[in-house]
DNA sequence: CGGAATTTGTCTAAACGCGGAACATATACT
DNA sequence: AGTATATGTTCCGCGTTTAGACAAATTCCG
């Protein structure tokens, strides 16, 4: 039950019902390809005349096309099996983050077309709005089979206002309120989008999913590195709110007289699960920035740490335990808050996951009100997976399948 | 961006357009009455004739009537003013809460057409269903010249699930999934529609604001008495979540190893903001229930400590200071994940507002990771207002005015 | 091998609602 | 009294869904 915003909303045209169906058919062909004009029409439940139209509408603007007939399952004409369009259609996701900033081609539906490339992130706008711009040239050169590229994502550690395309405030980066995408567009010629990293993997994970469950309910991305970046989706849409900071659930506290955290409060949970807070317990001693490490604590990861304790070291797996209690407690925030359907979980941590699942779930239970929202689904998203850039591509791939705003 | 949802999508009928434009008429209407049908027009940006079709229909239903012709601002024909018909169509609101059950008539807009009466709760539910059925006949029946009621809402402390029509788990109440819907529904012959109570009031916050910034961005509704109820809205909807659960801010945590909550949990923000912990904090030891009181401490409430904090007593107003730097604390959790543009509070300790806001807000501050986040605008809502009982009139009312289910 | 049955995809006519313009009505100004 | 202007109604054109008929393609069966 929605109210409808009597200061911003969306009269119905004569074309608004087609501009509906013709989304809805998008996505039906999307979930359910390879699909006749017929099936598409059984589905919609509308008249296969009405599923023929809409069809002629979008291979005219080739978003889908016609592949080879299927077989009849009984007697009667063959169906001709429609697909999404992605063979030439490409998309340029790109993952910037404080120390490096990494580089993938896809095609629309997100399948990895080459191989993921990186470079150091400059800090100063321009010299990386140019590294940008000439490696994304040369990518796409490389790539001469695909003749379009649609458009190019970007994923930014920090608040971002997708809207008028600015990084709003970048601490890592120490940036704020800087254009990023006019430059980046107007170099390549190339409509670019840009999104707060945790905010992308969120939309990413709702438009790959194929469960019906989370695609209804909400669903929520738990991305935890150096800090601990947070997705929300609801109804099917990512949770921006009145400044486009909505989803920081990385500085809601545990403890509000716990060990400072990087966002200058206390004990916020980003300081109890990033991968520093991990270290530090394990090295017994605050490790965060500033302050002079040993050559060893430099260079040695959290990986490092998880090695360690796979292999016996007792210090090492009481911290990744201690860890493993405070991301249940965290997430208990999460479940009491958004009762999602499922929480996704990346990072480096998750690698340990078999390791911390128990005292993970078992933390949760702790702090949650029902059963249920101890028992909520929970989905590690392996570093493989690309999270963030797979998000970048979402950025320019969702739009063309989304729902139309109306009413 | 909306993701439409594969599995659970609606098509655009042949009536789907009107049905739109006739929910967007109807909700213009009841933000800008009275309201000519010129003005309408325009205010759509459609053609007078459309407009004038639309209201012929919602006459027709008599959600609208006809009143007096307006003045001429210029010269030309004089306008008729349309205005939302809630004449003689009524509303029953009931707030049932632990100790007492409160109802309330109104009209269909939500104004009040007669006092509110109350009697004790009984926690069997059979009884309580008879008692209310009896009472809200009897109300009715006095009420004479209204001819139809349109239906009863309730607001309930505890987990509700609106659609089965079933209090899945209320601890105040001792009450696990009982159908309370269907008994009243069936005893009063009229729809009963049932709600978590937070769920209610942030309901009613979205339906009674006239700020286009609350209407088009996130907004929370906490109240605080015995616990700590919230609810929240999202891109104009309350969020429900998988289980019904979401919004529960009341158990967040401040800290993890802090005081025993109502919930079993440790150190919920309801352990530190809620009137018994309050009223706790001022005695110096635990009144959690349960434990034996004395006397005073049994009928002494947070108004009188109010009093006694403006009187100058000073260990009142620092129980009352406490509690507002943590009431702070924990809004920082909401602002920082749902990042609303206005949060309203309800519940006993507002009545202090003017002594608490300024350590409220610096609390607020502390935490929040933005500037304009430490501004979140904050709207106190006093309890002659009736929160509950109007967001569960808000359950009956704001159906009829819902944007329709599309794509 | 040929006709019946069945399925797919296209096409046509009807129903419905928006888009645009003309028209009647009502009021104020000159 | 006549003109200008605004409101509200009516009519027709056009786009879209709805319903149904039809051609094409394929399998089944006599």
Redesign the pocket.
Known sequence: MRKINPHDFK????????????QIALNLIRAHQPI???????LM????????????ELLSESLIFEGA??????????????YIDSRQRCVVGVDIRASRTYILLTDLMGKQLGVVSSFQTSRDIDVLTKDLARRIKQMLADFSEVSACEGVGVAVPGMVDPALGRVLHAPTLAWRDVNLRDPLAAALGIPVHIENSGKACALAQLWTTRSDVVASGNSVFVSISDGVGTGVVVNGEVMRGRHNTAGEFGHVPLNIDGPRCSCGANGCWEAYVSNLATLSRYFGRDLSEGRPREAEEASFTVEDLIARARAGDAKALAAVNSTARYLGLGLASIVNSVDPARIYIGGEITTAWSLIEPIVRSALRERTLTDFGGATEIHIVPAEEHPRLRGAVALVAAPAFAAPMVA
């Open positions: 009269v119905a045209r004569r074309g608004t019902s087609r501009e509906i169906n013709r006749s004009r017929a099936d598409l029409a059984r439940s509308v008249r296969r005349g009405v599923a023929s139209l809409l069809v002629s007939l299927g077989e009849a399952v009984g007697r009667g004409r063959r169906p001709t099996f429609l």
